[in-house]
């Protein structure tokens, strides 16, 4: 693998700010709606606010990466009296959980930054936080190149992960056979 120079795109989260609104959310999931802004239904959102109103306890986590397996991290942490764990401020979309899969179809999904054509300026929710609890940066760092999935890809593994190849097999040659 060879190093190169890549953009990259963060948002940057200050839970100390966040007054738990979850406009982020809500921004989000009409952003990648179908039709763009036709709906708003938070389990399509790329960010989520975990919450503890009664503290006033609010962390906005984004979605990152897809993983196959289930991580080893079961640690649990206690803030302001309430227990969490590792998967409450994980960004990952895993087989363990929903959070961060695509309602209709249950395939992961992403942070994409909101890039569009034409592309906005900064991520929707970093427009739409009214504290400034999330803040945009771009950063260049040297990264070595990887093979990148298409998002086709990825949620092709997700499915064989979750239903088996052969499963996922025959339902694709009933669906050649149907049009």
């Not at 606010?49 to 640690?75: F, H, W």
């Not at 239903?163 to 009933?174: K, M």
């Amino acid at each position: 693998m060879s190093k190169t120079k890549k953009k990259v795109k963060k948002v940057k989260i200050d839970p100390d700010l966040c007054n738990g609104c979850r406009a982020c959310e809500v921004i989000c999931s009409a952003f990648h709606a179908t039709p763009r802004y036709s709906s708003n239904n938070p389990e399509r959102s790329r960010i989520r606010v975990v919450r503890e109103p009664i503290r006033d306890v609010y962390l906005p986590v984004y979605a990152g990466q897809y993983t196959a397996s289930e991580c080893m991290g079961k640690n649990r942490y206690v803030i302001d009296g309430k227990e969490y764990s590792d998967c409450d401020f994980c960004r990952a979309s895993c087989p363990s959980r929903t959070l961060f899969h695509e309602p209709d179809s249950g395939l992961p999904v992403k942070c994409d930054m909101c890039e569009d054509d034409p592309p906005q300026e900064e991520p929707l929710c970093v427009q739409w936080c009214i504290t400034d609890a999330l803040t945009y940066e771009e950063a260049e760092e040297e990264a070595e190149e990887e093979e990148r999935l298409s998002d086709m890809d990825t949620g092709l593994n997700s499915l064989v992960d979750k239903f088996g190849l052969q499963n996922v097999i025959d339902s694709l040659a009933r669906m050649s056979q149907k049009g």
